[in-house]
């Protein structure tokens, strides 16, 4: 099972930026793809961005689109979840995840490995 650690959380106010690193060990990083999700208080947690095995491949909440960008290195064993234009509405722990597949899930059960999460709180 992968390690995943993630970092990079914080306060931000609305409008401002945050970029998530995860920084995962294991030949589970290089074999599959991997994700970002996020779960605020009272609620699910939810997918918020996925990258595919190659790194060819990502898929985006419509919540997030056009504001967040995912991207891996396989030098470094490291995906990152920039994070642009925040919103109140973003606040939540954010997750990284390990997928079971090459390709992108966008369901917790296509994810084998989690981070312990990291706080993104976003104020008006």
């Known amino acids: 099972q992968a390690q995943l650690v993630e970092s990079g959380g914080g306060s931000v106010q609305a409008g401002g930026s945050l970029r998530l690193s995860c920084a995962a060990s294991?030949?589970?990083?290089?074999?599959?793809?991997m994700g970002w999700f996020r779960q605020a208080p009272g609620k699910e947690r939810e997918f918020v961005a996925g990258?595919?095995?190659?790194?060819?491949?990502?898929n985006y909440a419509d919540s997030v689109k056009g504001r967040f960008t995912i991207s891996r290195d396989s030098a470094k064993n490291t995906v990152y979840l920039q994070m642009n234009s925040l919103k109140p509405e973003d606040t939540a722990v954010y997750y990284c995840?390990?997928?079971?597949?090459?390709?992108?899930?966008?369901?917790?059960?296509?994810?084998?490995?989690w981070g312990q999460g990291t706080q993104v709180t976003v104020s008006s």
């Open positions: 995840a390990a997928g079971r597949f090459q390709w992108i899930a966008s369901t917790t059960s296509g994810y084998s490995s």
């Open positions: 990258i595919s095995r190659s790194g060819e491949s990502t």
């Open positions: 294991g030949r589970i990083f290089r074999s599959y793809a």
